[in-house]
């Protein structure tokens, strides 16, 4: 059986507690964290596009049967779990970006 990583946080997900609230944020705090959550969809979505195409593509090679089998559920299972570590990674180097331009 093949064990992913967890996941990367949904627009659901609860903010960290380091973050400030709006209603204390200045004007440019809250520009930053504007920008930071439209970076961050934006990075969401090239991930979730870049899956679909490098996994789907490697894992299936354009000939999709009816059912997944254990070879491609593995391959595929394995690429997404490549992608979203190197979300993650994205994530938290634009996180401290952000953090360094508030400093």
């Known amino acids: 059986q093949v064990q992913s990583s967890p996941r990367p946080a949904g627009p659901n997900t ?3 507690a380091h973050t400030p609230q709006a ?4 004007g440019s705090s809250a520009e930053l964290e504007a920008f930071q959550s439209s970076l961050n969809a934006m990075v969401l979505q090239l991930l979730q596009n870049q899956v679909r195409k490098s996994c789907f593509d490697k894992c299936f090679q354009n000939n999709f049967p009816d059912r997944m089998g254990k070879t491609e ?4 299972a394995k690429c997404m779990d ?3 570590e190197a979300h993650a990674i994205v ?3 634009s ?3 952000v953090q360094n331009m508030q400093e």
């Not at 209603?23 to 200045?26: F, G, I, L, Q």
């Open 14 to 16: 609860p903010r960290s």
């Open 23 to 26: 209603s204390t944020m200045d």
């Open 73 to 76: 559920h593995i391959c595929l």
């Open 82 to 84: 490549r992608m979203y």
């Open 91 to 93: 994530v938290k180097a």
């Open 95 to 97: 996180t401290e970006m």
